[in-house]
């Protein structure tokens, strides 16, 4: 009978980061794992990278456009979505 984990043990073997999920449903990193039939592993996932968005933001209102005439940029973090920084584009 084939492991249950046993992709996930091959991948481990060839050097993939392993996850475990814990009592809180969090996922933690685990150097060696113990490969328990009842816990749920996986291959820990490549982050999300951030991603940039160009606005122009202009008076008398304050209006923020997607225009051809951007003079800010807006960098937001690729796993949650936050705010990162901005930047004045001169």
């Given at each position: 009978?084939?492991?249950?984990?046993?992709?996930?043990?091959?991948?481990?073997?060839?050097?993939?980061?392993?996850?475990?999920?814990?009592?809180?449903?969090?996922?933690?990193?685990?150097?060696?794992?113990?490969?328990?039939?009842?816990?749920?592993?996986?291959?820990?996932?490549?982050?999300?990278?951030?991603?940039?968005?160009?606005?122009?933001?202009?008076?008398?209102?304050?209006?923020?456009?997607?225009?051809?005439?951007?003079?800010?940029?807006?960098?937001?973090?690729?796993?949650?979505?936050?705010?990162?920084s901005v930047e004045v584009i001169k």
């Open positions: 009978m084939r492991h249950k984990h046993a992709d996930l043990i091959i991948a481990w073997a060839n050097g993939a980061q392993i996850e475990y999920k814990n009592a809180l449903k969090v996922w933690m990193e685990v150097d060696s794992p113990e490969w328990i039939s009842w816990v749920e592993y996986r291959i820990k996932p490549e982050p999300k990278p951030d991603y940039v968005r160009y606005l122009e933001v202009r008076q008398p209102f304050g209006e923020i456009l997607q225009s051809p005439y951007h003079n800010v940029k807006a960098t937001f973090d690729g796993e949650t979505g936050a705010l990162k």
